[in-house]
């Protein structure tokens, strides 16, 4: 069946270091990924996307790398800072399935240490 | 442009009530789905509405319904309630070009006693 999940629970980094937060998904006919960040007391907030045809894409700070090969996905933060503490969300689709809906991964706690 | 609202951000119930949970969506969005969130869970897909009809549904029993207006705005209702519906209910609205990309509203904490 369809399910996402993350190799990390927790990630600890020093601030101004990159962070990498990984997933891994296990449905091939996905198409779509996300991630979200979810504060303490708020909803997911979209970070970044990315489609399955393609390999790469590069946000402000944030860059998402898909390996359809071996169904993995990671968001590499750049110059972390306190403020990217929060709870990360990978989460697929299949855009073109008549059953459209997110499924999200368990998420990973990054804390950044001052 | 505001973001989605939830009301109430909070609720105490009992077992055996039944609650509902009200969603506005973005300006201009009119496809809104509901999620479950839980510790043990995670984000949980309950359903999702467009042009006042459900499109999609998630693996959550009948006691869990929803519904959705001209405007837009949604609101779900669940019946009988049980320990286990503890949880956090987010709403995320999208435009309809765009279905895939889902702008959350900050969520109602459901506390069933």
């Known amino acids: 069946g369809e399910s996402v999940g993350l190799h990390l629970p927790t990630l600890s980094v020093q601030e101004g270091d990159n962070s990498i937060i990984n997933c891994a998904y296990s449905?091939?006919?996905?198409?779509?990924f996300i991630w979200y960040k979810q504060e303490s007391g708020k909803g997911p907030q979209f970070i970044i996307d990315?489609?399955?045809?393609?390999d790469k894409r590069q946000g402000q700070r944030v860059t998402v790398l898909l390996n359809k090969t071996v169904k993995h996905l990671s968001l590499q933060i750049a110059a972390t800072q306190p403020g990217d503490s929060a709870v990360y969300f990978c989460?697929?689709?299949?855009?073109?399935?008549?059953?459209?809906?997110?499924?999200f991964g368990k998420g990973t706690l990054l804390t950044v240490n001052p | 442009k505001a973001g989605v609202t939830q009301t109430p951000r909070y609720l105490i119930k009992t077992r055996g009530q039944q609650v509902t949970l009200s969603c506005s969506p973005i300006?201009?969005?009119?496809?809104v789905s509901w999620y479950q969130q839980t510790p043990g869970q995670g984000l949980q897909f309950l359903f999702e509405?467009?042009?006042?009809?459900?499109?999609n549904k998630g693996n959550f029993p009948g006691r869990f319904s929803g519904r959705q207006f001209s405007n837009s705005r949604s609101e779900m209702n669940v019946s009988t309630l049980e320990l286990g519906d503890s949880a956090l209910y987010l709403c995320?609205?999208?435009?309809?070009?765009?279905?895939?990309?889902?702008?959350f509203g900050p969520g109602t904490r459901l506390l069933v006693l």
């Open positions: 509405y467009f042009s006042e009809t459900q499109r």
């Open positions: 990315i489609r399955s045809n393609m």
């Open positions: 300006s201009g969005h009119r496809s």
């Open positions: 995320a609205s999208s435009l309809v070009g765009s279905r895939e990309t889902q702008y």
């Open positions: 989460a697929e689709a299949n855009s073109g399935g008549s059953n459209y809906k997110l499924t």
């Open positions: 449905n091939s006919a996905s198409d779509y």
